[in-house]
């Protein structure tokens, strides 16, 4: 069974072995509110540190959570890692589903980073993380899948339109939690909780983009009023292009050419940051049946000016 000294020996070496390289990003997983004591999670903070990395925790899942914080040190889980100088910019608490509105302020106030997991929280009847109430104090939402065990998929378009449709059920209020910014939690939203909002997250000029091609050309999606409110609720595995379909292209706007040769760094121009700039950018790139986004996939581009 590996030991909490094994696994900072094992993480003290990826660090090592992986710094300044660009491809390799690190992060420590802190142990869950019954996994580690206050000792551990101090060590913790002066681990990330000392290596400028992030960390993450599930944090109140379940209201076991604070049951067993409160029976073990006389305190809530959040008080907890208060005390121990966890919660901080740094810091991505994972579910968050029973949280108070003090909590919530306390997020904001230190800059914890959200990540929200509905379709994992729905499997296991965990509950309803408030993103509304997230989003409306200013905390940072990004989105996630969890693990296979508790999702039984690693759909991240699934986890998009459940993000969109449950804050919905639940607050008997349509108007919330909008596709806008379900898109914004998915791309902006994880580049800020892992602190790399200066090089991902978006296609601006000097960043790099993982992007992603979505063809709405099926049934499912057809017909595209709005590409943004189409890509969140009208989308599936089906209407994502191949690799190999842009494997060897530069996208602008709707058009695209071949590479003379192979670069090491892809290039793609930047796309307008203004909604209706963004939606007319969008309509055109529809009339080609062809969009695109920033986000989680295989291809790494460089973002340059436009010519």
Same mark, same amino acid.
């Given at each position: ?30 142990? *869950? *509110?019954?996994?580690?004591? +206050? ?17 993450? %925790? ?7 959570? /604070? ?28 579910? /968050? ?20 997991? +509905? ?36 759909? %991240? ?42 090089? *991902? ?8 983009? /993982? ?15 709005? +590409? *943004? ?6 989308? /599936? ?34 796309? +307008? ?35």
């Amino acid at each position: 069974m590996e030991t909490e000294d094994d696994h900072f020996r094992e993480l003290e070496h990826l660090c090592l072995k992986y710094s300044g390289n660009p491809l390799v990003g690190l992060a420590a997983g802190t142990g *869950i *509110i019954w996994d580690q004591d +206050p000792a551990g999670y101090r060590r913790s903070r002066e681990f990330v540190d000392h290596f400028k990395i992030p960390f993450s %925790m599930h944090l109140v899942e379940t209201e076991e959570d /604070d049951r067993y914080a409160q029976q073990t040190w006389g305190m809530s889980a959040i008080d907890l890692l208060e005390s121990c100088g966890i919660l901080g910019p740094d810091f991505i608490a994972v579910h /968050d589903v029973n949280v108070k509105d003090e909590d919530i302020r306390r997020f904001r106030d230190f800059g914890v980073k959200v990540s929200h997991c +509905p379709i994992a929280n729905m499997i296991l009847a965990s509950g309803t993380a408030p993103v509304p109430r997230f989003l409306q104090e200013g905390v940072t939402v990004s989105l996630a899948c969890d693990g296979a065990a508790s999702n039984d998929s690693q759909d %991240m378009l699934e986890v998009m339109r459940i993000a969109a449709l449950k804050h919905k059920l639940v607050s008997h209020d349509a108007s919330v939690v909008t596709a806008e910014q379900v898109l914004e939690m998915a791309t902006r939203g994880g580049a800020k909780a892992l602190g790399m909002e200066r090089r *991902i997250g978006t296609l601006e000029v000097g960043k790099l983009a /993982d992007m992603f091609v979505w063809s709405p050309n099926t049934a499912r999606s057809i017909p595209v009023n709005d +590409p *943004i409110s189409s890509l969140i609720y009208s989308s /599936d595995s089906a209407t994502l292009k191949p690799r190999s379909s842009v494997e060897r292209s530069s996208w602008t706007g709707a058009k695209s050419k071949p590479w003379t040769k192979r670069p090491s760094w892809r290039r793609v121009k930047a796309s +307008p940051k203004t909604s209706s700039g963004a939606r007319a950018w969008g309509t055109a790139i529809g009339r080609a049946n062809t969009h695109s986004a920033s986000g989680c996939g295989t291809h790494r581009l460089k973002v340059v000016r436009p010519d």
